[in-house]
């Protein structure tokens, strides 16, 4: 079957739909910075799988999560909408860290998601798509809120729990048994990847391979360990134990691959890689970026996302596009030729004619909404971030914070870290992102935190 051909990207003709429906792979990681790949620039980590996935598909400059930490960005993955929709703002409670110092009582989190919500793989397994859950899930725990809830025929290590005991077996997960002594974790979920794979080669199928790593606890093998100790420093990444981690969720994306191009299966299906937030603060750096995970600035929410398919997809392609966790939903549904539930809202946009041809997505806004307090690790004050929102056009950025009201304004195109405040040399493109941020937030139900905390004592 013949893929688009380069005149096709760059003119924007349409893609026809492959003779037979299309196999997904999601690869999803945890805490995996935008820089914490080489073919972003790292120089420390190595990541030469990934790098391949890049070259022969498209990579996008500008890809964010819908929040800066791990359940809200699942849950809007999977539901294909914003966080005041579902209700899952953060990770646990919504009042993290000492009373005293928070200002407000933050809106009520959700940790679970609604199992009446549509998400996309119940509507792929309703349209005869094998499906199958492996590694993190962190929206509730089966059967009644777990993967199993939500559409997949199979669950290997999915539960509530947002970080693994060990990813050394005994792994004391109760949707996983265990290994021999010492077996890796990302390696056994792999292992299961491929064997999914494997067994339904001939049907199409859906496989949301969502890794731990490489979340804390920051465990590795010994001998990539010892690599990492004994390489020279390049950069700002330096953290041996991380680095390593990397190196073993690169070598299952390389076994992924492989198991595709093995099987024949490659040219048919689409492989996505993505973050679910930005990177782990203490152990990497997302230099120029600024800040990390837990943070509205760009080094908490901006991500790598690759996506490959032969078929449809011309190698070698760099998008610049804005894109956001909500858009895969109807991106999938498109390639999968599956039509969206009656009455189900999604907040996103498909991607499938930008990614074959090249079609231009258009200006939109993109919106965050955290009603919720994040502490700050040891040493740096008491918040990563307090209660607000967040909305980007085109290159302009612009944050409000519900403790004070303070705005934050800034041009991404000058100022990738963020680091200079135009709100008040820019009055009118302030007023015209609060006007369109405040309408979003009426649209969609948005709670604001205005209550005062009693405890409040600084």
């Keep these: 079957m013949l893929g688009c051909s380069l005149a096709a990207w760059l003119g924007g003709a349409d893609c026809k739909r492959p003779a037979r429906p299309a196999n997904v792979v999601l690869i999803l990681i945890d805490d995996l910075g935008w820089r914490d790949v080489s073919y972003m620039g790292s120089r420390f980590y190595e990541t030469p799988a990934v790098d391949r996935l890049a ?7 500008k890809a964010y999560t819908c ?15 914003y966080t005041p929709r579902h209700g899952v703002y953060t990770v646990g409670s919504s009042a993290r860290g000492e009373s005293r110092y928070r200002k407000l009582v933050p809106i009520e989190n959700r940790t679970v998601l609604d199992p009446e919500s549509q ?9 005869g798509y094998r499906t199958a859950f492996m590694g993190k899930w962190h929206l509730g725990t089966d059967p009644e809120t777990g993967p199993l809830a939500h559409g997949f025929e199979l669950n290997i290590g999915g539960c509530q729990a947002g970080s693994p005991k060990s990813y050394f077996s005994p792994y004391q997960n109760p949707f996983l048994e265990n290994g021999p002594q010492g077996e890796y974790l990302t390696d056994r979920l792999t292992d299961h990847a491929v064997t999914f794979i494997e067994q339904n080669a001939r049907e199409p199928f859906f496989l949301c391979l969502s890794h731990y790593a490489v979340h804390t606890p920051l465990q590795a093998k010994p001998d990539l360990v010892e690599k990492y100790e004994s390489k020279p420093v390049n950069g700002c990444h330096d953290h041996a134990v991380y680095a390593a981690m990397i190196e ?14 093995r099987l024949e299966l490659a040219n048919n299906t689409l492989v996505i890689f993505y973050s679910d937030n930005g990177g782990y603060g203490p152990a990497t750096c997302m230099d120029p970026l600024r800040g990390a995970k837990g943070m509205l600035y760009e080094g908490g929410i901006r991500v790598p996302l690759v996506m490959r398919w032969p078929d449809r997809i011309p190698a070698g392609k760099v998008s610049d596009a804005p894109v956001i966790t909500v858009d895969l939903y109807p991106t999938l549904l498109d390639v999968c030729g599956i039509e969206p539930s009656s009455g189900w809202i999604l907040d996103g946009v498909s991607l499938y004619k930008h990614i074959c041809t090249g079609t231009e997505i258009g200006n939109r806004a993109l919106y965050w909404h955290f009603p919720a307090y994040l502490q700050a690790y040891g040493g740096e ?7 607000a929102s967040a909305i980007q056009v085109q290159n302009y950025k612009l944050i409000e914070y519900f403790e004070d009201g303070s705005i934050e304004l800034y041009d991404l195109s000058k100022d990738i870290s963020e680091s200079e405040n135009l709100v008040n040399t820019l009055p009118e493109k302030r007023r015209q992102l609060m006007k369109k941020m405040i309408q979003w937030r009426q649209d969609v139900d948005a709670p604001i935190p205005t209550r005062k905390n009693p405890g409040y004592s600084p």
């Design 119 to 127: 998400t996309f793989p119940k509507l792929l397994a309703r349209s």
């Design 55 to 61: 070259r022969e598909g498209i990579q996008f400059s």
């Design 67 to 81: 929040a800066p930490n791990c359940a809200p960005t699942r849950a809007s993955l999977f539901t294909g909408q």
């Design 381 to 387: 004050g008491p918040w990563r971030t307090t209660p």
């Design 248 to 261: 073993s969720m690169d070598k299952s994306v390389a076994r992924v691959c492989d198991t595709l191009d």
